[in-house]
């Protein structure tokens, strides 16, 4: 079956990435029903007997896999396994509640089920629970406090293909009465098992299926052209390219096809292993200081950006855009142009029902340059053409 193509090469990526130093989690297991193996994980690295689940209000609750987790952990032994479920993208608060709940009951494994909301929180928790105060203090250009002991060991379990939240090293938390969006990040956040299961995909709804997809898309894209770029993440996210277009468009049209869902799994993965290794550009800048400002699903205000942002980087990344659009096109490099790539990357938009502009937003001319300046971040900082405030202002007046 494809599916189990799919896997062995998902497999191979895996060690590929580990020969050649990669940032990555000590374990990955990635296929169809591999959720079963996470008592092989947990185990085989001793992470602990003492598992807080954090999980949120979206399929993995609703599909009863946060129960799955937690009977399965009791069976390989956990002497205790208690549940932390919140709605939304994670705040300063939710993470200072859930980092208290993991201090008090003396949890010594984290373990996320979810989007890479969840998984984010997760990893923050996981982080802050070796630490006192709030995690504000230890947000990149919110706090000045740095992270000075390693982070509870961490599980993520990835019910949404696209963010590739489970095989990063930071954690994205809102900070509301700043109106921006910032990163908690240290080495240790990197959680030691990353369990990819296509089948907890299956009953994500269409509409979260498309931006997540984008989203990891875009992650290909981005970290395929980023001025951080390595040879190694390049044929990782070529790889993850080839297959990305095939799965989105089979999830769409087919909700319930395990292949397709297999395959756009497999490219989210690698997106995270290419974002955690050679970073982003301005697409995800953007979207760090838009979602901030506006309750916004990420992958959605990601697949909007796309084709614009690869529009305006083409001349200062022209080889390896045409490369990795070819890639996303399924055709030789020789044979297609940077402009199909843009095209296929709108027409996939509007399959999906994706925006083609920024408009439904209804930003105001006050509203621009604050989202601007909340937007050069570490992500804006690896795009191919160096930005400044004044060129994103310009750049989002264009879309808005």
């Known amino acids: 079956m494809r599916d189990q193509l799919i896997t062995d090469r998902m497999n191979a990526c895996v060690d590929f990435a580990r020969e050649k130093q990669l940032n990555l989690p000590q374990q990955v297991l990635f296929g169809p029903g591999c959720l079963i193996r996470l008592a ?7 992470l602990g007997r003492r598992a807080l689940i954090l999980t949120g209000a979206g399929s993995a609750h609703e599909t009863g896999t946060d129960r799955t987790v937690e009977k399965l952990l009791r069976e390989s032994g956990f002497s205790k396994v208690s549940r ?24 010594d494994l984290v373990v996320g089920v979810g989007g890479g909301s969840v998984l984010d929180c997760a990893k923050a928790v996981a982080g802050m629970a070796r630490h006192d105060g709030s995690v504000a203090d230890y ?27 489970e095989m990063t090293r930071n954690a994205v938390i809102t900070v509301p009465d ?18 990819i299961d296509p089948k907890l995909t299956v009953t994500v709804p269409p509409a979260v299926t498309a931006m997540s997809g984008m989203d990891g898309v875009t992650q290909l894209l981005e970290s395929a052209i980023s001025a951080k770029r390595r040879p190694e993440t390049v044929e990782l996210a070529l790889a993850g390219l080839e297959v990305a277009r095939r799965g989105l ?8 096809d395990l292949e397709a869902r297999t395959g756009l799994a497999f490219a989210a993965g690698l997106s995270g292993i290419c974002l955690a290794n050679s970073g982003l550009g301005l697409v995800h800048g953007i979207a760090s200081g838009l979602g901030g400002h506006r309750r916004i699903p990420h992958g959605l205000i990601c697949a909007v950006l796309l084709p614009h942002a690869l529009e305006y980087n083409r001349d200062a990344a022209k080889p390896g855009l045409r490369a990795s659009l070819a890639s996303f096109l399924n055709t030789p490099e020789r044979s297609s ?12 938009n509007e ?23 909340d937007s050069m971040g570490s992500s804006m900082s690896g795009n191919p053409v160096p930005m400044t405030v004044e060129m994103v202002v310009e750049f989002l007046e264009k879309l808005a």
């Open 40 to 46: 092989e994980g947990s185990a085989g690295l001793s």
């Open 249 to 256: 468009v089979g999830c769409h049209e087919r909700p319930d």
């Open 178 to 195: 700043r109106r921006v969006k910032r990163s908690l990040r240290h080495q240790s956040l990197m959680v030691r098992v990353a369990i």
């Open 139 to 165: 947000l990149e250009g919110v706090g000045s406090s740095t992270l000075s002991q390693a982070a509870l060991p961490g599980v993520a379990i990835s019910t949404i293909s696209g963010t590739g939240a």
């Open 84 to 107: 932390f479920g919140f709605h939304g993208e994670p705040d300063v608060a939710t993470v200072d509640q859930a980092a208290e709940q993991c201090r008090a009951g003396d949890f």
């Open 337 to 348: 142009t940077i402009e199909e790539g843009i095209a296929a990357i709108r027409q996939m």
């Open 351 to 373: 399959m999906l029902g994706i925006p083609p502009h920024l408009r439904f937003l209804s930003l105001t001319s006050s509203e621009i340059p604050a989202v601007a300046r």
